[in-house]
């Protein structure tokens, strides 16, 4: 009985000396970084309204834009060539968009969907199907913050709900080098500091010019909350065209697009008493 538990004890170690001697699968190169789209096929001509679709792949999810909605969903890629994007089970939001740009997104998700291999060298991923024709070429997004310039899209208002811009308004921040972020509030103009660290930001309480907007209705309502929205975010992520700030809870504190023109003039303001 003794040299039959030594015979099974041995076994079992040469087995766990077996299991600890295999090589770990090495990584996937896609992990982590974000892609904007280039091309589906051999085109992908601009359309209005929508913003370039982008993908980045982590932690078993592939998450994005389609160029009108946000998606996520299940996927997977390994360091020999291999990937599987279930698009078609994607969770994603439900915003409206012009027709072109909804057939470009359906176009996008049926490219990721048909994908079984991909290339990639330091600058960008190419995706193939069964085949081995290319489905979608896509370019390493730049997610550097500093120097960039954007336009709010909605904000957290304090009150457990994001809400949209008001009409005839229009929120913007610059992230500068020196560390400084402004923009403007609506009605008036403001600066705060800013420090970044990964994907971690920090940002001042903002402080603003002292001027009066009467119009529109809740104008000054408004900058208050932006402010306050902007000084409690503690996460930022970039994608493509998008800017999201969060806070340390995870929830939405500010959403931005990048600024394609200057934004126009604030509001003719009247001095406070």
């Keep these: 009985m003794r040299h039959r538990i030594c015979l099974m004890t041995a076994a079992a170690a040469a087995c766990l000396t077996s299991a600890a001697s295999s090589p770990a699968s090495a990584p996937s190169p896609l992990e982590g970084v974000n892609f904007l789209l280039t091309a589906l096929g051999s085109d992908l ?16 999810k592939a998450r994005g834009t389609d160029g009108c909605n946000t998606y996520i969903t299940s996927a997977t890629a390994d360091a020999e060539g291999n990937i599987t994007i279930d698009a078609t089970r994607a969770i994603s939001t439900m915003r409206a968009c012009p027709e072109p740009v909804m057939q470009r997104a359906q ?3 049926d490219a ?8 990639a060298d330091a600058d960008s991923l190419t995706l193939f199907d069964a085949a081995g024709t290319t489905v979608a070429t896509f370019s390493k ?11 709010v899209t909605g904000y957290n ?4 709900a994001v809400v949209s811009v008001l009409s005839g308004t229009t929120l913007t921040a610059e992230f500068r080098p020196e560390g ?5 509030a609506g009605c008036n ?19 603003l010019t002292r001027r009066l907007c009467p119009q529109p209705e809740g104008i000054m309502q408004q900058e208050a909350q932006f402010a306050a929205a902007l000084a409690s975010a503690a996460t930022y992520r970039m994608d493509g ?3 999201e700030l969060r806070t340390a809870e995870g929830h939405l504190a500010v959403s931005l697009r990048r600024a394609q023109n200057a934004p126009p003039a604030p509001p003719t303001p009247r001095p406070r008493d």
């Design 45 to 60: 001509a601009p359309l209005r309204g929508g913003t370039t679709p982008t993908l980045t792949l982590a932690n078993g």
């Design 107 to 109: 176009a996008f998700k």
């Design 112 to 119: 990721l969907s048909s994908a079984t291999r991909y290339s």
């Design 141 to 151: 997004a730049d997610t550097t913050l500093i120097g960039t310039a954007w336009e």
């Design 157 to 160: 208002n304090g009150k457990q």
């Design 180 to 184: 400084r972020v402004s923009g403007s």
């Design 189 to 207: 103009r403001y600066t705060a500091s800013y420090e970044t660290d990964g994907s971690k930001i920090e940002i001042t309480t903002p402080a």
């Design 241 to 243: 065209d998008r800017l």
